[in-house]
Nanobody, 122 residues
């Protein structure tokens, strides 16, 4: 198992930017594909983005394409989510996750962080 800790959430105005970080410890970070998901009360956990082990392949939800960028630094055991042009509907708790595939399916990820709140005001 790998332990994950997210940071970087906060309150931002619509149109603004935030960068989330997720630092991993435990087993080798570079052996995992990484994903970002978000959850709003009353809704299912939603896929945001995912990245392959070396960062050569990425996938995004249609709702964030062109606004969010996922990246990773294996030397720092960290995955990032750069969020720009934020909208109120991006408000959620954001989770990073480690798994074996670049996948939009939460069940394909076995390790999860505790989440970080992102709130976008209109």
């Amino acid at each position: 198992q790998v332990q994950l800790v997210e940071s970087g959430g906060g309150l931002v105005q619509a149109g603004g930017s935030l960068r989330l970080s997720c630092e991993a410890s435990g087993r080798t970070f570079s052996s995992y594909c990484m994903g970002w998901f978000r959850h709003t009360p009353g809704k299912e956990r939603e896929f945001v983005a995912a990245i392959s082990r070396r960062g050569y392949s990425t996938d995004y939800a249609d709702s964030v394409k062109g606004r969010f960028t996922i990246s990773r630094d294996n030397a720092k055991n960290t995955v990032y989510l750069q969020m720009s042009s934020l909208k109120p509907e991006d408000t959620a708790v954001y989770y990073c996750a480690a798994g074996s595939y670049v996948s939009p399916t939460p069940d394909d990820f076995g390790s999860w962080g505790q989440g970080t709140q992102v709130t976008v005001s209109s």
